[in-house]
């Protein structure tokens, strides 16, 4: 178990800094400076060099990173070009909300997928073709639609959801999640489809193995059989695809918040974007790297888990 | 005259993970004489046969045939040999892509390797089918249809359409009935006789091997045991593990086998 | 593949859609009625009419056009992002698959980084930097999926060239392009048709999403059709179906495309075309008065027939197991030898049903008796070993859990005594008793047979039937395990024994019965068989074995090859390949016929038999 986590270490870091490098190059490309977006078009021109100076942009381009680098690792991820405050600052408000959305949105998808999947895989019939079909409409589906086709139906044609807005954890635990409820489902059902369709994939596929002959023939109970065996078996593949899930989810975060003005990073990206906030990109794709690579590293713990032939 | 095939001091190694499968193998294979090669599961025989094809990594040692050194024979080479030296798989049914018709298959060292044309291509695959025991229909006909004992009559049509000498048989009945295996058999002792073949002729059966073999190799953890005259190994075994692979092996009828297990069992308890 | 395709609907419907759209897009200019933009302040946030067919947006813009001219966005920049998906991807994944080493290295790692970060991030990166520029968002996508597509070309590259028809190809000597060309290629394509529509399905949503979100391209969108929904959700709120559908239909009919593209290469690549099946006409089975049941047998089976679907696989199959004695079964692949094994303990898979006959065990008839009873004869009086030892463990519990769980299977007791009586039973196969703490992958194949058999007989039943247990073992192991099995037997196991090997055979069973074509064609006592068959194929069968050949004289063989279950004749099943054949050999079904006591025979002509041996 100690050699997976420090060969995820190992291949973790160069991750983490091959994003930051990329997205600091792709910054480098725009047209114009950060010094002139912060000074204006009619600066001064000793104030732009002065400021040119300060920040750094006669240096060449490795140096830029090296420091912006070393300023990262403590902390300290530059200004926000649109608000002018310190970028670090602005996410640590909204890591909260896009993590409660994330968590929430995978519980759903994991407990929707799972069941669905060995439903359908047990009973089959019109069971079956529902995991089909869902499977299909949540390739097709766009979430943003998804999700506002349920605030038309659930909070604005009947109010029983708040359309938008959030409220922390702490000011009101029930609103929060009133708050959150619409998002998650809107994630979730999308994030459900390729679960459900791998469980039943798998568990079907089980069933049809040597071993379960053989548990047959040695009379076990058939629940045993499905619920020790098969079901065990059958989740190793799930574990991955859940990965697969978690990191999607993070992109569709993007597009709930917007349609739920939830003030998560999502939403921050959005804006940045539209007001060209590099530094503030920058932090973001930083942040989500990160997220990203924990889960990571939990579900490759997890199949470790369920695989012996990973850990022996 | 010199040997068609000599091998000195062979070995093959694999990386991941790293193994030695052949360790110092020394052989030789004379025109239209059948070598047997004989061991079990991680004996290396599979990995010789595969190494004299140029398709396992030799670490040390030569592979010659007919006086030239072809053990890092490039491409090019490979190419002009493939008319002499050629091969037949245990796997009936991996041996031959599904989506290529049996005349596409068979032909398909002489046209794309040799580049002939395809009428002269299209009538030796029908000569050498008529050989095999096939009809010539069979030529536009996929994999899909033929019995197991019939694609293996496909591979060996697509070893020796090409007039080969020598031929790697890497357990080529191994996977078939016993019914099917004989007819497969005498094809091969056939066309030995009738073209003059060589084989090295892989397998882990005994009685197969002795059937057809003038030499048979013994071996065991990539080494060679044993060698002798085909008859000689099976009577009057010398290496232990021979002995032991002789005692192991049942024979088809109930007393000489309970007298055979007697006597392996005493050995075993002695 | 492509006439395969035409053949299923979903396909020609999905092709034929997205042809629809695409068309519809380019012809934008020429049939939508309304310009993109033009405004109709008359009919602002209207439903639908017939002068809106779909109704208007907030600026009395129609919907219709907008959708139509909209379209052309979407599908060049997943035009754009596909073509780099492919155009990338797939020689990487080419290079990285057939020269491994540094250049599949580089591949897996920079699809591993790229697998990292959720692909919106960078896109609205890149977006910020190219203000309200799609075609650069699309080229970032296209790089940013291509390692993806690399990484799954590598392996199905990989995994071809281990082919043995790659190998082949080698050894006659194509070029390496050549092999590509002709063996590896035609399977890719598949492959990547299938990623592709995937890819695109995934790149739309992304495109539209961007529109949505307001960064994308700023002309008339289908993702800007959906904001302007959004933000008039309380006003008018049909805006949202006709974007929506719009969306949702497309990227579904590519996911459809991909999905149908999967089938048809996993069709033709796949197992055998199923042979085609003609149900057998010959529906009268040979009229032997069902002889009784062997009051002083363990098991006793008479008429024994199962189909699959409406196949027959075995016909009136007749045996008996003497208490304590071995009995074997013999015969070559499709003659029905583990249908009967499987069909005794009721556990035949794939469709297949037991039609006629009784199993006599313990004082009642196995075939159709209470689940709960057949449950609890299974493991506790009767056990099974199967061919693959270590397939038939679950690879994810220890061996000594599940020997435990096979003794409280039917055995009450606590976990401490199973577990107890799990090294017991390791003891009785002569195996360490740590082995139960080892996994099955972790075994050799002599030592998870071992397994297999010790779990067998966790509960101590009376028999055991064992199909084909050493055919996947090297010649030494095996002579341990059928050791192991006869001393067993001599402790009082009885044992059926599946096998197509006559040593074997001779090595452990006293009695057997020979099947051909899902008939038991003779029964005799192995010594008999062996020595004077009374059944043409029982004696082509022995004349056939290497063992007795002559080397350098042709082997006696059996003319022809088997017949497909389903094309059986009315008659002796054996007709077309047998050396006796007479007419009334294919007049009339022949019956099984006592000739002594415990021998039986299926041949009208079997006196003739020792002319023919002597041949």
Known sequence: MRRLVLRWLIAAIPLVLGVSVLTFVLASLVPGDAARTILGVNANPQQYAALRDQLRLNDPLWTQYGHWLGRALHGDLGLSIQSADPVGHELKGRLAVTLSLVAGATLVAAVLGVGLGVASALRGGILGRCVDTLSLLGLAVPSYWLGLVLVTLLAVKAPIFPATGYVPFGQSPVQWLESLVLPVITLGLGGSAPIAK????????????????????????????IFKHVLRNAATPVA?????????????????????????????AVTATSGHDIPVLQGIAVVFTLLVVGVNLIVELGYAALNPKVRT | MSALLAVRGLSVGYRRPRKTAVDTVALEIQRGQTVGLVGESGSGKTSLGAAILGLAPI???????????????????????????????QDPYGSLNPTRTVGDTIGEGLRYGHNLPPATVRARVTKVLREVGLPESAADRYPARFSGGQRQRIAIARAIVGDPDFVVCDEPVS????????????????????????????????????????????????RIVERGPAARILSAPEHPYTRALLAAAPVPDPAVQAGNRAARHAKEQG | MISRLR???????????????????????????YGADEQDLQHVLAGPSAQHLLGTGVLGRDVLSRMLYGGKITILGSLIAGGLFVAVGVPLGLLAGYLGGWAERLVLRLADLIYSVPVIIILLVVVAIFPNNETAAMIALGLLGAPGLARIVRSTTKGLREELYVRAAQVSGLRAITIMRRHILPRLAGTIIVQLSLFSAGAVLLETGLGFLGVGSRQASWGGLVAEASQNLGSQPWLLVPSGFLVITFVLALGLLGDSVR?????QYGAEEA?????????????????????????????????????????????????????GILGESGCGKTVTALSILGLLRGGGHIVNGSVRFDGIDLVGADPTQLRAIRGGRIGWISQEPIIGLDPSFTVGSQLAEAVRAHTACSRRQARRRAIELLALVALPANTARSYPHQLSGGMAQRVGIASALAADPVMLIADEPTTALDVTVQAEILDLLRDLQRSGLAIILVTHDWGVLSDICQRAVVMYAGHVVEQASVADLVRCPRHPYTAGLIACDPHNATPGEPLPTIEGTVLESGNWPVGCRFQDRCGLVRPDCRAAPVE???????????CLHHLELNDLVRQ
Do not use: C, W
């Open chain 1, 198 to 225: 791998q469980m039943r994939d798998g568990v079907l596929g089980e069933l049809d193995r040597d071993y379960v002959l053989v548990l047959r023939a040695r009379g076990i109970a058939e629940r045993s059989i």
């Open chain 1, 240 to 268: 991955s695809v859940l990965g697969l899930v978690i990191i999607g989810l993070f992109g569709g975060a993007v597009l709930a918040e917007t349609v739920f003005v939830l003030p998560g990073l999502g939403g921050l």
């Open chain 2, 59 to 89: 670490t040390s040692g030569t592979v010659e045939f007919d006086g030239e050194d072809i053990t890092t024979a490039p491409a090019a080479v490979r190419r002009r040999l493939s008319r002499r030296m050629q091969v037949i798989f």
């Open chain 2, 175 to 222: 996977a078939l009935d016993l019914s099917v295996q004989a007819q497969v058999l005498n094809l091969l002792a056939g066309l030995k006789a009738s073209r003059g073949l060589s084989y090295l002729f892989i397998s882990h059966d005994l009685s197969v091997v002795r059937y057809l073999s003038d030499e048979i190799l013994v071996m065991y953890a990539g």
């Open chain 3, 7 to 33: 053949h299923k609907p979903i396909a020609v419907v999905a092709v034929g859609y997205l042809a629809l759209i695409v068309i519809a897009s380019l012809l934008a200019p020429l049939i939508a009625p």
């Open chain 3, 263 to 267: 089938d048809a290469v996993a069709a």
């Open chain 3, 275 to 327: 042979r085609t099946r003609r149900p057998n006409n010959n529906t009268t089975q040979p009229a032997t008065v069902d002889s009784p049941h062997r009051t002083d047998a363990l098991l006793s089976v008479r008429g024994l027939s199962v189909e699959f679907g409406n196949v027959p696989a075995i016909s009136a199959v007749d045996l008996d197991l003497m208490p304590g004695e071995a009995l």
């Open chain 3, 592 to 602: 099984l016929v006592e000739l002594e006591s415990d021998r039986l025979t299926r």
